[in-house]
């Protein structure tokens, strides 16, 4: 009983400060009474850091000081619980991360960031190959940043492959389709008689740059924002010819141009039409010269609430990602999907499986991708 009555003293004694120091209105004064009850359940609570925020309100009417220092939560998928002592709430307020960072999808989010996966991809050929990949993000301004992506670890397994198995030909010009798998017309002879090769893949880096700066938006719910019309973003990444084994790269410096629009949609989610142009402009002798356009389209809708609970921060993401081969003239279409779980500000795990519309022999047949990402 006596705990329960220091704290009654100390939250008087802090009401107080902020009331003399700060210039609480009447109306807030209620208001923060009300949340009262709520703090005392955790008295050690970073709440208090919320409530200290206030002072720097008063000048604002009560109504929009309140909402500010507890943020409310238009989702799709509300509820009435009371979420007062929600610590992803109290985080997102407290760190004002930008909006756009919540599931590390959205192009217009320019924080630091990083994602590690695994990712396994099955083409039609039977070429099978499994990475650990490594990408991420530094921002220099709101405007730009600095990219990268890797694969330390990767895994090719060809043995089925109809070149490995004649021991003649070379595998496909087209293999995978992505600049991210590897392997493009290797001769049967440069292939390991023991049907698989380890060693680390291609080298990415590029930058990203927005023609519109976009306000910092707090994390702490799926509330859309971003201009009305949409936001453009241009991409430029090099990739290099770091692989170890042949059959683990393309072996040639590959450019890839980009040109993104980002929309918000009126169902909190936004949608992404991102477009490439992979161009190899130096290669080695007997590798396919790379010219082609790629699609990557998507959908990010949220679908539960942001929260400390199982099933909160659920959030889809179909999209899909048409090709066109310009050296081969061949079109390939992929289709697939993220399902991803927003755990707390700054980090997400997420599941990524996809597939090959009627591929052609050397195009993605099967993908699937296990992830995390985290923001500093």
Not at 358 to 374: C, M, V
């Amino acid at each position: 009983m006596k705990r329960r009555t220091h704290h009654w003293g100390l939250l008087g004694l802090v009401l107080c400060v902020l009331l003399s120091f700060g210039g609480t209105s009447a109306s807030e004064g209620e208001q923060l009474a009300a949340y009262v009850p709520s703090i005392l359940e955790s008295p050690s609570s970073p709440s208090f850091t919320s409530l200290s925020g206030l002072s720097s309100l008063s000048n604002l009417p009560a109504d929009t000081a309140w909402r500010q220092a507890v943020p409310s939560w238009p989702v799709l998928a509300q509820n009435d619980r009371d979420d007062s002592l929600n610590p992803f709430r109290r985080e997102g307020n407290i760190v004002g991360e930008d909006r756009e960072s919540i599931t590390g999808t959205d192009p217009r989010a320019f924080d630091t960031l990083i994602d590690v996966s695994y990712r396994y991809a099955e083409m039609d050929n039977d070429f099978m190959q499994q990475d650990l990949w490594l990408s991420g993000q530094v921002p220099l301004s709101n405007n730009l940043a600095l990219t990268a992506a890797f694969a330390p670890l990767r895994w090719a397994d060809f043995e089925d492959t109809p070149t490995f198995e004649s021991r003649s030909g070379s595998l496909p010009d087209n293999l995978g389709d992505v600049p991210w798998i590897g392997g493009a017309g290797v001769e049967a002879s440069d292939l390991d008689s023991d049907g698989d090769d380890f060693g680390i893949g291609d080298l990415k880096v590029g930058v990203i740059w927005r023609f519109d700066e976009i306000p910092n938006r707090t994390a702490d719910s799926w509330e859309r924002r971003g201009d009305e019309y949409g936001d453009v973003l241009v991409t430029l990444d090099v990739w290099m010819p770091t692989a170890s084994e042949d059959v683990l790269g393309n072996d040639a410096w590959i450019l890839t141009s980009g040109l993104h629009w980002v929309v918000d949609t009126p169902s909190n989610g936004f949608v992404a039409l991102m477009n490439y142009y992979d161009w190899s402009f130096d290669r080695d002798d007997g590798r396919p010269a790379v010219s082609r356009l790629r699609g990557q389209w998507y959908i990010m809708q949220p679908v539960t609430e942001l929260g400390r609970d199982l099933l909160d921060g659920i959030y889809i993401q179909p999209e899909i990602q048409p090709v066109y081969d310009i050296e081969e003239e061949e079109f390939s279409f992929w289709a697939g999907g993220e399902i991803g779980k927003v755990i707390t500000t700054g980090s997400v795990v997420y599941v990524k499986p996809g597939w090959g519309i009627n591929p052609d022999d050397g195009e993605r047949s099967f993908t699937i991708e296990l992830g995390a990402r985290f923001f500093f």
